[in-house]
């Protein structure tokens, strides 16, 4: 019984910190449209990604209405994942965070010929501060282009690149099979 003390001790003192999820959504406060280009998204799913007992961020993903989250992902459809943080996270470690990702998801040579751009997209992160919203939206026809807070930081055609990035959250073998699978849920 002993033994167990510390580890009820610490799972009692985290309780505080596990916000219920349709708390937290409601924080996020998602818009249920989003005009991207010509075309009017709809709000599809939207969850929260919890990191040892902490809620990191709410994320939401839009398509096209009459677009399932699959049919999106799977073609050149226009999406957009907004991504709201309910805590600091620091630059370096977020980059960390997706090149490990990149890396067990892309082979070297999509990695080599993504390094430029991919470079120039991680230049215009900055500390994430608890409030701060980023969103990557995909337009068909267009490109990425990547939201710091609803301003446009960042932009390319290259459709490569776009399914790559969007792929950390959404592809097999990302960032969290669970965040995953309800984002794309049907």
Known sequence: MPRSLPLLVLLLSSLPLL?????????ANFPAQYALDRTQLELKNQSVLTYLWTDAYAA???TAPRISPRQ??????????ELYYFRDIDREDVIKAAWRILRRQQDSDSLRRLQ?????LHTNFRDIRRG???????AA?????????GETVFFSRNTELADAYLG???APDG????????LLAD
């Open 175 to 182: 960032l969290s099979d669970t965040l995953r699978n309800r």
């Open 116 to 120: 430029l751009e991919l470079d120039a």
């Open 72 to 81: 999106a992902l799977a073609a050149r459809h226009s999406k957009r994942l």
């Open 60 to 62: 939401a993903l839009y």
């Open 168 to 170: 950390i959250w959404l």
């Open 141 to 149: 026809g267009s490109g990425l282009n990547l939201e710091r807070n």
């Open 132 to 138: 701060d919203r980023y969103a990557l939206n995909y």
């Open 19 to 27: 916000a219920d999820d349709s708390e937290r959504l409601r924080e």
